[in-house]
């Protein structure tokens, strides 16, 4: 470092970094900064390309820490990527000839959220079944295996869209490959009519699709639709009839907690309550940047999709 400074020892353990591979900032979890280090440095993967097999040979398997449904505790289970099928899958048994879940890489995202899983190796993994949303939560005790399946998830993704997206340059194609949310937290919602009292549900902003659960992990011991989530509403933009209000109606009653907020989308009014000031203005920040932002032609076939909910 002291002979050659910091530019040529980047342009000698950076020099073959897949575009897919993710590269953490300050603000991601430790496990990612660690692992990048430890990778670069330790490993020397992107020195050696060879190295890179575990998430770039378009073909994983192995077992995870994954949490049951039912009862919330974490089971090992067999996962299964494919890039030739587009899929993730994951059976119950090892010697299980059928998946009981199959994800397409088309609608898959990975994001660590190691304080939500309670395991400092935990990643969320959301998929779209029947254009629902639902969520797994996974972990793998070695650090390095479970960002490899990040890593690799990334670089299916990658692929997809390469093909999907022909004349998208890597750095179009890089930002869509896994995102984080925009926001997360408890509020308070109300039911369509607006007459039904208030209930605290915990809510995930990711991208155009605002979605609300029993609780951050989804509460065990309930019907199967508790994997998925219990509502969903897309939010687009100004030019197509969507704006974020501070506060909620006059006539709004059976709310415990009193920052308000209404999201008014060209069908009903939704409204929402934060239990204080902050939490109000961060998520009318994030509802905001959601709203201000031009569509997407393939955002409009999803507002379709949901005008058309029954």
Aim: hydrophobic share 30%; proline share 7%.
């Amino acid at each position: 470092m002291a002979s050659h400074g910091n530019d040529a020892a980047r342009d000698t353990y950076e020099s073959k970094v897949p575009p897919f591979y993710y590269r953490p900032t300050f603000s991601d979890c430790q496990l990612l900064r660690e692992q990048w280090i430890r990778a670069k440095y330790e490993r020397q993967e992107f020195t050696h390309p060879d190295k890179q097999e575990p998430y770039s040979a378009g073909y994983r398997e192995g077992f995870l820490w994954k949490r049951g449904r039912d009862n919330g505790q974490f089971l090992s289970r067999k996962f299964v990527l494919t890039e030739r099928e587009g899929s993730l899958k994951y059976f119950n048994r090892s010697d299980a000839k059928e998946p009981k879940a199959v994800m397409k890489i088309e609608h898959l995202n990975a994001t660590f959220q190691p304080a939500k899983i309670g395991h400092p190796h935990g990643l969320q993994v959301t998929y779209l079944k029947d254009n629902s949303t639902r969520n797994i939560f996974v972990y793998h005790e070695d650090g390095k295996e479970i960002v490899d399946w990040f890593n690799a998830l990334r670089a299916a993704r990658f692929h997809y869209l390469q093909v999907a997206f022909p004349g998208a340059s890597d750095a179009d194609l890089v930002p869509k490959l896994s995102r984080n949310y925009l926001k997360e937290g408890y509020m308070e919602k109300t039911g369509p009519k607006q007459t039904e009292g208030f209930r605290k549900r915990w809510f995930t902003m990711d991208d155009r699709r605002l979605m609300y659960f029993k609780d951050p992990l989804g509460l065990p011991g309930l019907c199967p639709q508790d994997a998925f989530a219990r509502g969903e509403v897309f939010i687009g933009s100004r030019e197509s009839g969507y704006t974020v209000l501070d506060g909620l109606p006059p006539s709004t009653q059976g709310h415990h907690w009193p920052h308000g907020i209404t999201i008014v989308t060209p069908e009903r009014r939704f409204l929402l309550a934060c239990e204080t000031e902050t939490e109000q203005r961060a998520w009318v920040e994030a509802f905001r940047k959601v709203v201000d932002r031009p569509m997407l032609p393939q955002e409009y076939a999803v507002e379709a999709h949901f005008k058309h909910k029954p």
